[in-house]
């Protein structure tokens, strides 16, 4: 799949790699310490500030999962249990014995398949308003309904400042257009039922032994307080931090802050 | 031609509730007394169907003031029953929103048992804002379709062993009928389409094919279906192979024709109250569908053209409805040269779909339009003639 140029990213390489038969977009960018980035619901466009940020003291190596943005949709592939298998594959190609991993929400539950996979594959953790831990319980939601929002009141809802860069779908390029489509259709086929979670995963967390963060934003419009706590009662191993002036999308609302959590607790 | 009532079997009285007449609209602006009523009501009026000769079909929607029949096949089983002599066809079961495809057999054999082998069975794609009540999987939506089909398919004509299927979306142990259908080797099977491309596929299969107030776009569903068709079995299908689903307004005088077009009108305005994030669910349309549709500006949707080849606008008058061929109002000889007119300019039918009760149309009314339509349309349909095949593709691209 062709990759174009990513609005934000322009600091670093835009590349295509082959794992196992499945052509995956990775963006590198900085040097030092290797760090592995996953990105959210947003992509990876939405990300690019902390990206950027992360990347003065990282090497940062920022795919865009399978189904998201350029990269192609795996066969076969439909539970984020299965992206955690594919990841451990794609670390193997990259040779990453053991970066450090940062995860923003879907990326998050991601991080949490691989981890409790592999624990020892990662030399610290970072979740940025993870998903993946049971998003309700019968008739009580912890995470909003993004399936059932209408796509302008989410755009506003998902952080404190300006919305992402492919939120507005109705003044995209077609180019970015179809980046976003491709987001929702990978949200959709991941995320639909049982909604945005894996029951199973809450029982494997903990495996995971590395230093880990949990990041949750002050204003978070999306994940309820009951949801932040839900977390930190799985993983107790980890420190669990609040941001202020900060919503779901943290990660944009106060980039440098995360940086900075991630680098002090990466050691770097 | 043959003619087919159906009704969609609204909850009208919400229709004053603002907003929403799907998905999110609550259930406790139903009164179930009335909901039981009115839904007597219309069985009273497929009942009649029946008795005029006419034949009967019936559909399903969930979570809606505009349909409160849930279940094809639960309101087919009470007129398998019930009527006598009418066809019976379920247009249609949403396939994909299933979770039990096995059991969608075992509804339509049951039915078929109890009517003396009178069901006809269609499957549809389905609303896509039904996906938020059936809550499956919006991708590979179509896939999921598909292996229903031939599951299903396979169940109605099995004279062999019970068998079992272990496919991508189903696995079932053992699969066995009882009792299995009276129509071998199955009911005729009905699908739906709204382009040449998808009637081609059914053309190919030989089901029949019903296209739904689609307008002059019937004529280019129609001449898909018969070219696939055509190559498949190597000779014309006939009219039987294919329906157009539209409103009919028949009085002995016009004026009160109108009157009662302008109370079934409800039907095109509900239909268009439903906030845009529940008609198109993440994952459901295809990625490049969506880019095209979101860069030639969005929503929207098909609005069928008028002769002058504007879209009928939402609100449209009755006469913009007939314009496009939706709607045919007046009385029986009105009536009469109007679908016989659509029927010549389309390629020919043979069935026609025929909502006699839509929207806020009491039952008085509805009788009379079904008294009329039987009475005075039918028999003059029954005898209008083949299109000639030279005329029927030309002007086809």
């Known amino acids: 799949m062709d990759t174009v140029s990513l609005a934000g990213l322009e600091f670093g390489t835009l590349s295509a790699i082959d794992i196992r038969g499945t052509q995956v977009e990775l963006f590198t960018a900085g040097s030092g310490a290797p760090l592995l980035f996953l990105h959210g619901l947003d992509g990876l466009e939405g990300a690019a500030e902390v990206i950027r940020q992360l990347s003065e003291q990282f090497t940062v190596y920022a795919p865009s999962h399978p189904g998201f943005g350029g990269s192609q949709q795996s066969e076969g592939m439909n539970r984020v249990d299965d992206l955690g298998y594919f990841y451990l594959d794609l670390m193997d190609e990259l040779e990453l014995q053991q970066p450090a991993m940062v995860g923003a929400n879907f990326g998050g539950w991601l991080a ?8 020892a594959r990662a030399s610290s953790l970072t979740l940025i308003s993870p998903l993946g831990l049971k998003t309700a319980d019968r008739r009580e939601q912890y995470v909003a309904d993004i399936f059932m929002v209408a796509k302008q009141e989410l755009a506003k809802r998902m952080q404190v400042g300006e919305p992402g860069p492919l939120q507005n779908v109705m003044t995209l390029p077609e180019e970015q257009l179809r980046r976003a489509m491709r987001n929702d259709e990978a949200m959709s086929l991941y995320g639909w039922t049982p909604y945005m979670c894996n029951p199973k995963l809450a029982g494997r967390l903990h495996r995971i032994t590395c230093p880990t963060q949990i990041l949750w934003g002050a204003e978070d419009a999306i994940a309820t307080p009951a949801y932040h706590e839900a977390w930190a009662a799985a993983m107790p191993q980890a420190d669990t931090a609040t941001i202020e002036g900060a919503g779901f999308r943290l990660h944009a609302d106060q980039p440098a802050a995360i940086a900075a959590r991630i680098a002090s607790l990466a050691g770097a | 031609m043959d003619i087919w009532q159906f ?49 009967i079909m019936i559909n399903e929607h969930h979570a809606a003031a505009t349909c409160m029949s849930t279940s094809c096949m639960t309101t087919l089983a009470i007129l398998a029953r019930q009527t006598k002599k009418a066809r019976l066809l379920a247009l249609g079961i949403p396939l994909a929103n299933r979770s039990n495809p096995l059991r969608v057999a075992e509804e339509i054999a049951m039915a078929d048992c109890l009517s003396g082998g009178r069901t006809e069975i269609g499957f549809v794609k389905g609303a896509s804002y039904e996906l938020f009540m059936s809550n499956r999987q919006p991708t590979g939506f179509m896939d999921r379709f598909w292996e229903a089909y031939d599951l299903i ?36 099977i009905w699908m739906t389409a709204s382009s040449a491309g998808s009637a081609a596929t059914y053309g190919k299969m030989g089901t029949v094919c019903a296209t739904f107030l689609s307008g002059s776009v019937a004529r280019s569903v129609f001449s898909g279906y018969r070219q696939a068709y055509a190559a498949q079995f190597g000779h014309q299908a006939g009219r039987d192979r294919l329906g157009y689903l539209c409103l009919v307004s028949c009085a002995k005088d016009r004026s009160e024709a109108f009157r ?66 939706l709607y045919f109002v007046g009385t029986p000889d009105d009536v009469y040269e109007q679908i016989a007119r659509f029927h010549d300019e389309v390629g020919g039918f043979g069935h026609l779909l025929m909502m006699a009760q839509a929207g806020e149309l009491d039952h008085a009314a509805t009788a009379d339009n079904l008294t009329l339509v039987a009475q005075e349309v039918a028999p003059r349909l029954k005898e209008l003639q083949e299109v000639e095949l030279d005329a029927r593709y030309e002007g086809v691209g």
């Not at chain 1, 949490?112 to 624990?119: Q, R």
């Open chain 2, 153 to 188: 398919m396979a169940a109605l004509t099995n004279e062999g062993e019970n068998f079992s299927w272990e496919g991508e979306h189903f696995h079932y142990r053992t699969a066995s009928l009882w009792p299995r259908p009276i129509q071998q080797p199955a009911p005729p």
């Open chain 1, 112 to 119: 949490a398949e691989i981890l409790t996979k592999e624990p």
């Open chain 2, 260 to 325: 009662r077009a302008e109370q079934m009108k409800s039907y095109f305005t509900t239909a268009a109250r439903l906030e845009p994030t529940f008609r198109n669910p993440l994952g459901f349309n295809p990625v490049e569908a969506n880019v095209k549709m979101l860069m030639s500006g969005g929503g929207g949707g098909f609005r069928p053209l008028m002769r002058n080849g504007k879209p009928v606008p939402a609100d449209g008058s009755i006469e913009e409805y007939m314009d496009a061929g």
């Open chain 2, 7 to 55: 009704s969609e079997q609204a909850y009208y009285p919400a229709f004053e509730v603002p907003g929403n007449m799907r998905v999110t609209l609550p259930q406790s602006e139903c009164d179930p007394v009335e909901a039981g009523k009115l839904l007597n009501r219309y069985l009273d009026e497929y009942m009649l169907a029946d008795e005029l000769g006419l034949n």
